[in-house]
């Protein structure tokens, strides 16, 4: 007989969630590709590397930047897997279906969170470990393997988490795949670093310290970028990206509890 720390009514829910995810064969090419470029990208940095310097950047070394390629990758599938699963549904006009086989739209929304944030876990940690395999085989005497590589890592995997309600609770909100995606996408590569030139510019970067993408940067660079106005120390970056998160996944909540389908 086995335990489980969730509540008996939601395991199904999440389970069923988690299904809808991994069903299509291109969401599971989707949730492999940074495992994959985790693997290559290690590699080749890890061989092309020369050794760890203390000051350098990253502050885990050279060696490692594979390991942080595989992370924005992570990242990234880690938002489209959440707007998947909500966006999606109104793209297929399939929420309705849902709503309609889990009427307590609480628990619907909890199991998407906690559904998309669990294969986010996973593929962060996959991608990490393979990481982290091809650096103890190809960079010996390369990188600094202690605390501040254990923290980047697991900095990863909370980062992972958050960026897949993040994009569940956008793709709520907006009620639309691509809408979503291009909002994600176009924030995370293109408008906040803009921003962080203006913000730098003005000399007013601890306000861009204080956005998303800023937070997840500094959050998983183990210090490498203290010096630099537009990024927060990592514990209180984290703390930032878990607020984003906390806040955008309420509102997503918010609409589909009370917003018409």
């Known amino acids: 007989m086995t335990t489980s720390v969730l509540p008996a009514d939601l395991v199904p829910g999440i389970d069923t969630e988690a299904r809808k995810i991994v069903a299509l064969r291109q969401t599971r090419l989707l949730l492999a590709a940074p495992i994959a470029l985790a693997l290559v990208g290690t590699l080749i940095t890890a061989i092309m590397s020369g050794p760890a310097d203390p000051k350098g950047q990253p502050a885990t070394g050279a060696a490692t930047v594979g390991l942080y390629l595989a992370m924005i990758a992570v990242f990234v599938v880690a938002a489209l897997v959440g707007i998947a699963a909500t966006g999606g549904e109104y793209r297929h006009r399939t929420m309705a279906l ?8 609480d628990r619907l929304v909890i199991a998407k969170y906690l559904a998309t944030a669990a294969v986010a876990f996973v593929v962060a940690l996959a991608a990490e470990l393979v990481s982290l395999l091809v650096l103890l085989v190809a960079a010996r005497g390369k990188f600094e393997f202690g ?31 691509s809408g979503a995606v291009w909002l994600v996408l176009g924030w995370a590569f293109a408008l906040e670093p803009l921003i962080w030139v203006v913000a730098k510019g003005f000399g007013a970067g601890g306000i861009a310290a204080l956005l998303p993408v800023s937070a997840t940067v500094a959050g998983v660079s183990a210090g490498s970028f203290d010096e630099a106005e537009v990024f927060a120390p990592t514990p209180a970056a984290l703390v930032v990206l878990l607020l984003w998160t906390a806040a955008v996944g309420a509102a997503g909540w918010w609409d589909l509890r009370n917003r018409d389908l």
């Open 147 to 177: 605390w501040r590589l254990i923290e980047v890592l697991a900095a990863g995997l909370l980062v992972a988490m958050c960026w897949a309600v993040l994009g569940a609770g956008i793709g709520l909100l907006l009620r639309t795949f």
């Open 98 to 105: 849902s709503v309609l086989f889990a009427p307590d739209r």
